[in-house]
């Protein structure tokens, strides 16, 4: 599945009525279809009391269409214009006069406000047709005012905007002043890019992406390049196979290179992760000091502790790994590492002695890099970075609101320039790869939002790359193992109780469902 901006949907409709044949106003007709179906299965009474909102564009043209249909399945519906009827045209302005022809209730908010807030009142439950992908400025008044006293019923009134939330920018996710805060949004053909960017997830709610007959095959028929959204279908065609007569060998051994006196816990909950995601071996290179207490508690692991000065890896550290690491099928580096002084000549000299193995850069291991990424760009292998918006503001030498502001650009431009497969992390993680896809992942709590949680995370990536997943499909894949680990396991522990160790057991319980499905 894609996910679309509003070009790309512009593009979507005018091949579907120009080229294809199918007029707009059948489009709208299918569109408002579609969105009765779910206001019917969704209702949150016997006989609900309905209030549509249609704005001026195309966006109100199906409010007229949801309206109608309503009415003709006997529910009590009202329709409120917010905009003025002689401002409709086009397809809107057809199923407006079919409306009126039909000789249907209707009020107009200009005229008489009070009328409006009447019916708001009694509805169970209000459908937002104000303003779809076509919004171009601020809103303003009247616009709003109603959009505020919608708003007033969230989590009161049962709120399904059509297409997207009004006043919510389809790109990029900023509210335009105001917008409506959803409970559902149905949305036509793709989910909106705007769902899962900035204020996005605050204001969609609970989405579904219904068919109006525009055909999704256009998207390749032009050549359309749209983000991709992490779905379980696609996750499970990236999961790398699991041949049965596989053996320890078959199935990787990932080298885990973290640790200092300070983090103990962060290289043992990415071998951890690395073991229970089905590499065969997990060795953990850990400086010497911390070496007994991370062995007690990781027995399924394999060790190599090396010289350290001050609780951190130094220089001799690298002599005694440098001959090992031909063995090992892929790389995690950084988790626990901290940002010692000479760590920015002793994580280039690692990176030297690696023989082109794909690498997995995460936590403090970024910090070290983020001076000296050409090392990246010319590494032989793949390499794989996994920062937190913090981390990528640091990599960037910019601000962790500019990352946040524009997290699709920043994940496109970094992994372009430095020819990485990157995953951005955050509420809505982002996956880029060198050559300009983009995956968005639609899961994820804020129950994972504890330190070790990303730790996890590295270790199956490193974890799936070992048992022969490319690059993409390791990201792909443990991005959305750990995001729904975090959602299921929020529902039995809390949003507050979740440890790294559960979502370890998470993705376990999702490669345990997957399997079975
Ligand atoms: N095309 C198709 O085949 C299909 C399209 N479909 C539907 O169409 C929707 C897109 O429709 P759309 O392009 O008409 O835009 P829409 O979101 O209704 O708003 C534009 C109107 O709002 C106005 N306006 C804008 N910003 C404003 C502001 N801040 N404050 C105040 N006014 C503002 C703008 O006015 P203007 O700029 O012209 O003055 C214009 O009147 C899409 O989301 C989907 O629901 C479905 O039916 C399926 C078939
Ligand atoms: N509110 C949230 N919604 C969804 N995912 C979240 C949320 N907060 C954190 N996460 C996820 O939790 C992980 C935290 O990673 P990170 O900040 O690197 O943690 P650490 O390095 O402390 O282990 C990331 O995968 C991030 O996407
Ligand atoms: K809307």
């Known amino acids: 599945m894609f996910v679309a901006g509003q070009k790309e949907m512009q593009q979507l409709d005018q091949y579907t009525i120009e080229k294809i044949g199918l007029p707009g106003i059948v489009l709208m007709e299918n569109a408002g279809e579609r969105v009765v179906e779910e206001i019917m299965a969704s209702a949150p009474c016997h006989n609900p009391v309905v209030l549509v909102l249609a704005g001026g564009g195309n966006n109100g043209g199906d409010g007229f269409v949801i309206a109608r249909r309503l009415f003709d399945l006997d529910v009590q519906v009202h329709l409120c214009l917010i905009s003025t009827p002689n401002r409709l045209k086009g397809d809107a302005k057809v199923h407006y006069d079919v409306y009126i022809n039909r000789g249907l209730p209707i009020s107009f908010y200009q005229d008489n406000s009070n009328i409006f807030m009447s019916h708001l009142q009694q509805a169970d439950i209000l459908i ?33 905007s059509v297409d997207i939330p009004s006043g919510l920018n389809s790109d990029n996710g900023k509210v335009q002043g105001v917008a409506v805060k959803a409970d559902k ?110 062995a007690n508690i990781s027995p399924e692991a394999l060790f190599l502790p090396l010289s350290e000065t001050d609780g951190h890896f130094d220089a001799r550290a690298i002599l005694e790994i440098s001959p090992r690491l031909g063995q090992f099928t892929s790389i995690a580096i950084g988790p626990g590492m901290s940002r010692f002084p000479g760590g920015e000549a002793w994580i280039e000299s690692f990176i030297q002695h690696l023989n082109g193995q794909p690498i997995v850069v995460d936590a403090d291991a970024l910090y070290l890099f983020r001076n000296q990424l050409e090392i990246i760009r010319e590494y032989q292998g793949d390499v794989l970075f996994s920062p937190h918006p913090g981390e990528m503001a640091n990599l960037l030498h910019t601000s962790i609101k500019e990352v946040e502001e524009n997290r699709l650009e920043v994940a496109t431009f970094f992994a372009k320039k430095y020819e990485v497969y990157l995953l951005l992390k955050g509420h809505r993680p982002i996956i880029a790869t060198p050559a300009g896809n983009l995956y968005i992942n639609p899961f994820g709590h804020d129950a994972l939002g504890k330190g070790g949680s990303g730790d996890v995370l590295t270790g199956v990536i490193a974890s799936f790359l070992s048992q022969g997943a490319s690059p993409t499909e390791a990201l792909v894949s443990a991005s959305y193992l750990h995001a729904k680990a975090g959602e299921d396991k929020a529902r039995m522990l809390s949003h507050y109780g979740v440890m790294p160790m559960d979502i370890i057991e998470g993705i376990r319980d999702q490669l345990v469902s997957m399997e079975r499905k």
């Open 185 to 294: 949004t149905i949305t036509f053909v793709f989910p909106k890019t705007g769902f899962f960017l900035n204020d996005g997830p605050m204001h969609v709610g609970e989405w579904k992406a219904v068919d109006i007959s525009v055909p999704k095959s256009i998207v390749h028929d032009l050549g359309i390049k749209m983000p991709n959204l992490i779905t379980e279908n696609l996750v499970k065609a990236s999961i790398p196979l699991r041949p049965h007569h596989g053996h320890k060998g078959t199935f990787g051994h990932v080298l885990v290179v973290g640790g200092s006196r300070s983090f103990v816990g962060a290289p043992v909950f990415t071998a951890k992760a690395v073991l229970h995601s089905g590499a065969g071996l997990a060795t953990l290179a850990i400086p010497e000091n911390i070496y007994s207490i991370a």
């Open 128 to 160: 937002d047709a104000i303003f779809g992908t076509g919004i171009n400025r601020l809103i303003r008044e009247p616009y709003d005012q109603v959009i505020h006293m919608v708003n007033e019923y969230a989590g009161k009134k049962l709120i399904i």
